[in-house]
């Protein structure tokens, strides 16, 4: 298996413009989160989709950020508008069973907004 | 609420010595408790895990953990550390299995 896969791996945009990041997670897990990680911050979970439903989004920042699932094999974080501080490495992940414990990673998309 | 603390943001050490990395949590109930080590420009990978019987878990890489539930630790260890070893590392807690809530991270920098 490819593993969990990410693109784009760099993003640079210009604020106000719509930004979307995608995820194909590993064949046959049910369970999708979406992490942003930045100096300040750390790790922080966004929100995270099981059978495609989403199940927790309370780490959503705001309204401009949004996620969708559309089936098993594909998943979107898109951001807008963008803003400066924004700019992170937003990490996807998958497991099986809703098992965050056995999360795989993929290896991110680093979105720097100018 | 559950949350976890890296005490060290570095660490630094020589090649084939032996390296801590501290981690200890809080929480209301029974946890559980990772190690995810992260290499430059790459995701996260789970070192080890704890879910419950030993508290002496063993993981990947040479890594353990112990599990110490009255100091509400779970510290990492190897006894000899190499230069591939350098990397961010993050403990993280979970009390459902469900949502992983990470610590800071600790870079550990190993020297020649």
């Known amino acids: 298996d490819a593993g969990v896969i990410q693109s784009p791996r760099h993003e640079v945009t210009e604020m106000g413009q719509e930004v979307t990041l995608r995820c194909k997670p590993i064949?046959?897990?049910?369970?999708l989160f979406w992490y942003r990680q930045t100096m300040m911050r750390g790790l922080e979970l966004l929100i995270y989709?099981?059978?495609?439903?989403?199940?927790?989004d309370s780490g959503m920042p705001e309204d401009r950020f949004s996620a969708k699932m559309p089936n098993a094999s594909f998943s979107t974080l898109k951001i807008q508008p963008s803003e400066p501080r924004d700019s992170a490495v937003y990490f996807c992940?998958?497991?099986?069973?809703?098992?965050?414990?056995?999360?795989?990673f993929g290896q991110g998309t680093r979105l720097t907004v100018v | 609420a559950q949350s976890v603390t890296q005490l060290d943001s570095q660490v630094p050490v020589f090649e084939e010595a032996p390296v801590e990395l501290r981690c200890n949590y809080s929480s209301s109930v029974s946890v559980y408790l990772f190690w995810y080590v992260q290499y430059p420009n790459q995701g996260l990978q789970l070192l080890l895990k704890y879910l419950s019987g030993s508290t002496l878990v063993k993981g990947i890489n040479g890594f353990e953990a112990e599990f110490n539930k009255s100091q509400t630790s779970f510290h990492l260890r190897k006894p000899s550390v190499h230069i591939s070893d350098t990397a961010e590392y993050f403990c993280?807690?979970?009390?459902?299995?469900?949502?992983?809530?990470f610590g800071t991270g600790t870079r550990l920098q190993v020297f020649p």
């Open positions: 992940a998958s497991s099986f069973n809703r098992r965050n414990t056995e999360a795989f």
């Open positions: 064949s046959g897990h049910n369970s």
């Open positions: 993280a807690v979970s009390e459902d299995a469900d949502k992983l809530i």
């Open positions: 989709f099981n059978n495609n439903v989403p199940i927790d």
